[in-house]
């Protein structure tokens, strides 16, 4: 209710703060007896954490995961599992000076006018550190649904600002810094590097994909697969676009172009749907694409206000993602797996005696 | 859980099938007090009711609704609203025929494969008439946001399949049938005349937004505003895309252009996040497009399977919207006022003490 | 949220009023393939409805319910059910004098301080009317847990005001008006028929058991399986007490006669914890009873205050159950419905791969 | 939805096992601007710590709390409050032979038979030392009751085994071991001593109540407070029976003698309702009584099966409480002070503009 729980069956409720003891987030609902340790949960962690290459920010975290709870003896119990990762590389001082400040395209505004207080350190709440919990998290969901149903989660770079990055191989993905499905990314580090020299930052599009859903997943009428997917992304720092399938290329679609053809065996033509019709998985892959708008804390001078309503020339320092977007691969395939999980569950309540 | 309610503190649950004897909805949590007659719901259902033109679908409802309790006297209780729309003019004998066929698009096979049972009655539960009753439930929570925030909702289409239609003024949408905010539709009309001689049907995007809305609505860290605004739009049959302000055009935006200058007095030179920081509203107009996909059902024959898996040839018949997104409109603003609702009772509820 | 829903998984959703044009509720969440009419339903609502004895309210009520949608061709489909009362006896002038009095022991108070405003027709939403919905719910849950569980859920009086009502025979439960297992109801009979000459009221209390509930229901730490009992009996109108197995006489036991003995065979010695171990069923007999206080509504002269504020003498007209705990018995039976279910579907849910 | 989180609004979602590394909880929803630190919390934590004295668990725990996030200078920020309480003194050897055993009256066997495998080191998830999260949350939320409407809420032992606790003075309840409100606990003492030497334990009976709760807490229907209270209650280890106001007394009052006459002022003659009618408070204090069953793990021994549903006999070793119900106390007013929390932010998002 308060914003901090993703999911219900499966519910994980984040906590921390960019420069606390720690972030943290405790699942409730994960099934019993499935092998679990730290070391399914670190590799995903190690993916998103900052520090890697030049083109993300310089915080050096090493974001180790512990499992508090919901574990004896190498497998899930099936009561909470507490993960905690704390906090090791704060410095405050960074910060410090814009505490009474608001940075333009920044979370300060809106948090201090709506508590009437904010953590400033380092985004408080507001920073993408938080991300690492719901990656954690989405660790544990991926393992489930791999071992359950051999659902596979992949994503990749799309677009770093004007450059557009093409789809060629997903093995390379995880071979440079950008999450890019290409060998040459030559383009990518001139873009970057240039971008870097002048301090400002750049948008992205990425898309994230499944495979290996069944049928059979996603509630109607409100609750679709989709808009679940939709909820979750949206709900990632910096997100301002999120499209199924085709997207906003099915405005100029006729019906009879875009209805993917249904083949005998469950197969389908096509899949401009991305997987869900009427809110439901089809068995197709399910496919997403999100666009991540330029990080906020840039190091060009910008005009702003303070909290005392007066006007201020801002100049932000210390560390930051010259975009953003890059590091939120992991994050969006760990957002995709918790959505999958929770209907998973619900699915298997309702329709657990279903024959498909 | 099982995906027909929308909210939490003010909650609508939605029944009902097309063809069903009636569809409807219970609202629970809204404020006690408030004058609420029919009168105040069934002008928003008028807008979105079929029938009104020869561009969208020839079914003939009144879409009639009931009050049948949780008002007393002409104002809210605070108790249970439940509105029921009676279904008046269902031609099921239009439908017969596929019954076991899945159309291409449609949402007919995902329900067979989830359920093991579906109405096949005009779609069923999947039918665009059931966002007959989430209209009347936007209705009421429209009005209790302007009575007590003087929030406006509003929404135009912005492209229907490849012409696009300028925004000239608001007083021109409810001058024509496509919900356009131009006086000159000349052109939409000769294109929605040639696609309905096809039998073929074209998708659509529409702009939706809130202006009034305060500084403070929405939750971090997932039930950002923004989150809940694309989960209640994608929700949305047959939607496929959403962008909150700048949406997917972020991408390639610099941070020192994107992001929003604030200045003296709660004012922002700029909206490119669309009235959204953080996953909280900043106080400019909430700014939301979404992408709508061709209708499903057609005239023009195609290839599917039926529900033994053996390959056919489908022809759709019946009555059906050539383009389902024009009538979205009304949905989509009933949909945002659904979540504006939901996030200022929730902001009340915490932080109730706070002074803004 | 707002107090009208029960359930998440099997959620039942309850509107109306006393005295306003219908009652009823919607179930979200029923698995579908089951097979469902008006019929399964009736029998249970007749024995909750009024004017069926001289002991109980003279209201006279069909209590006929209409099954608006989520069944098709007599089977759930796996949509929302919403199942429709229409009132039909509402007098509203035996209830206009008290509009601006509080009756001493009744939620007129409350409910006007709560909200600045309430139904005073027949109690508005506070009636004990508002049980038939969950009455009709409950036996929806029922069928279900019968058909699929073989669990039988039953109840019986044990105590009317001061007359202890012995156990003996549950086939004799329907032969009398008073839901008491036991042939001989003379001096029940002449207790209720003095008291009515007295216009006073009494309070009762009765025993509800499920048998057949299989181990492993029932979440722990704070969903235990006998925590939501209680929630459930408790949300009963007038109930003030509510025990599980041996309840309140478990204080004085020691550990070595109270811990019921397992045996081989899923089996126990005896059912002192009435079939819950920790939260979770034990596969021994659900064992509830709850205390309801005497009937509010009295025709005894009363002093009080009304809206105003003012000292009042109240009398109380109209038609009311001296003893509204008679007719709690179909009532409660189907709140434990409601409880098994929905934990049923959570087991399922969450372990619904473990082998018991 | 897997039992493991309290409330919604005022969400505490608790983690941890009785032998793992730590137990803890975060808390979404905490109004933001409150004055907090651990000094606030630890006071009841040690009121509810083991080892105190020779009549609880030899079990030596500091219990110390730790906030991990949420608060900023002092004052909590409004997003979650994470609280960690580390394990300290995990003997697991204590507990090794019985991990293949069944103790009668213990969740041994339901954890086991529903998740298919337990963490039997001290009970694991079942432990009474899971209340430790439950009462740091607690007195968070009995800070702001107290802060912001000046509610007390307060317990107190009545019975014990067979010795009935004569109410005399709330000032001597901290003044003894056993939460009595009377100075000469002698019988207690004489009566403990000789229950230890037999290794047996007992049940127990405790009042606990709110002052200051103002009129208008509470929702209907199903989620009346009343109904929260007994949820809460009846969801604390070994409860068996809960009672608002005169409980099971009720049955044998007529309506003319238990209706608490309303007076001018918002005041009652007399509390038989306990402060809540319809679900809603009406302004008196909350009264609830709760009883709790004899601790399972005693030193007496007895018959059960294994694992493998072998018959065996059974001898608990290790620390045990002779009567749990000492300890309960102080959880079970900070479950009370849970229960009204979430009700006053529920209320102030519903009825958050009425004048009462």
Known sequence: MSGNTFGTLFAVTNFGESHGPAVGCVIDGCPPGMDLSEADIQPELDRRRPGTSKFVTQRNEPDAVEILSGVYEGKTTGT??????????????????????????????????????????????????????????????????????????????????????????????????????????????????????TGDSVGAVLRVTAEGVPVGWGQPLYDKLSADIAWAMMGLNAVKGVEIGDGFASATHKGSMHGDTLLPGGQFATNHDGGVLGGISNGAPIEVKLAIKPTSSILVPRESVDVDDQPIELITKGRHDPCVGIRATPIAE???????????????????DVVR
């Open 334 to 352: 760990a957002l995709l797996a918790l959505v999958l999980i929770e209907h998973a569950l619900r699915d298997r309540a309702q329709c657990g």
């Open 80 to 197: 909470p599992i507490a993960l905690l990762i704390r906090n090791t590389d704060q410095r405050s001082k960074d910060y410090g000076e814009i505490a009474r400040q608001f940075r333009p395209g920044h979370a300060d505004y809106t948090y201090f006018k709506k508590y009437g207080i904010r953590d400033p350190r380092g985004g408080g709440r507001s920073s993408a550190r938080l991300t690492a919990p719901t990656v954690a998290a989405g660790a544990v969901a991926k393992k489930w649904l791999a071992d359950q149903f051999g659902v596979r989660i992949r994503g990749h770079m799309t677009q770093i600002g004007e450059v557009q990055i093409p789809f060629e191989d997903w093995a390379q993905v995880d071979q440079n810094p950008f999450f890019a499905a290409t060998a040459d990314t030559q383009a990518l580090e001139d873009y970057m590097g240039a971008l870097r020299k």
